[in-house]
């Protein structure tokens, strides 16, 4: 597969911090949430490396958030979400799949909270501001809805934690997985959440004065020789290691959550109501004939740029490889892949076509570790 280049348009935002990646070396963007997303730094192998066993400054401002405030701001979530969140705390982030009335997927958001009234949806690559305002219009709720002026930083990496605590003191080790709470830097007060797209610790810094963030990201560099800090991005090789799903990559609207893995984020016992609980209770009942899995493939390399067709041994379609990449850890080609019943269950095999040779395909469990 040939690679282009982005043209970059207005269409296409840039963050605050993409002259500064620029000049440090960054080789490959993707466009996430109309935005451009760094892809790789040099080798993807050698970043992930260096990802398990230090600390990376990752510019994820195309992690966008929609905020929604407002006297029905917490049905308005609700409604959105199949995650019961009738008990959710201020100060917390919530993992929160997003359902249509199809029961299908339409994002899957961190979600924070901020008030009782005020919400963050930290979205993955979908439009989700168009449809929160088309659910708020279409049930006349008391909210506003708007995309705030926030760019995440994500101090990724196990050094991340004594590179933070340089930064902002001995209390930012206190932070809980999940939780998020205000700390200064130079006057300035961020709010900071134990999170990040990767499984191997860090935090995410919710940017909102973008002056003081620029001062933040070089300040990390200025500081950051002692604990090897290198600019970094989400890793392919690591995320899917890791079994972090990709919306749009992984899944879609296409696909449920249970089909997905996600069954304990599906609360239909609970009181609550949302969009598509019905329906999800009917999938539950005649059960999920497909889900995603891993898959193991005998080669040393693969450029994936669309799903790829995996059959049995007679020809027939028995699913489908969504995302791939060539692990050094296992000497082998490891994917994440829509399987059919009765195939999605460990160590059954099917056979892909890739440049005119037919591979094995074995199944496994998610996450790879």
Known sequence: MKNYSIAKSRRIRSSPYTSRIEK????????????????????IEDSCEHLKSNVQIWDVAAERQVEIIGKDAAELVQLMTCRDLSKSKIGRCYYCPIIDDNGNLVNDPVILKLAENRWWISIADSDV???????ASGNNFDVKIFEPNVDIIA???????DLMEKVFGKKIKELKFFGFD??????VKHLIARSGWSKQGGFEIYVENTQSGLDLYDYFFEIGAEFNLKPGCPNLIERIESGLLSYGNDFDNNDNPFECGFEKYVNLESSVYFLGKEKLKQILKDGIKRKLM?????IDKINLDK???IQDDTGNFIGELRSACYSPHFKKVIGIAMINEPYCKPSKTGILQIDGNS????VCDLPFI
């Open 294 to 298: 891993g898959v193991h493939i005998d």
């Open 24 to 43: 440090q070396g960054v080789t490959a963007y993707t466009v996430y949430n109309h935005m451009l997303l760094p892809a790789a730094f040099g080798s």
């Open 155 to 161: 101090v990724q990496g196990p050094k991340s934690f």
């Open 307 to 309: 799903s790829l067709s």
């Open 182 to 187: 205000f700390y200064e830097f130079k006057g």
């Open 129 to 135: 501001i168009f449809f929160a305002k088309g659910l």
């Open 359 to 362: 591979l094995v395909v074995k």
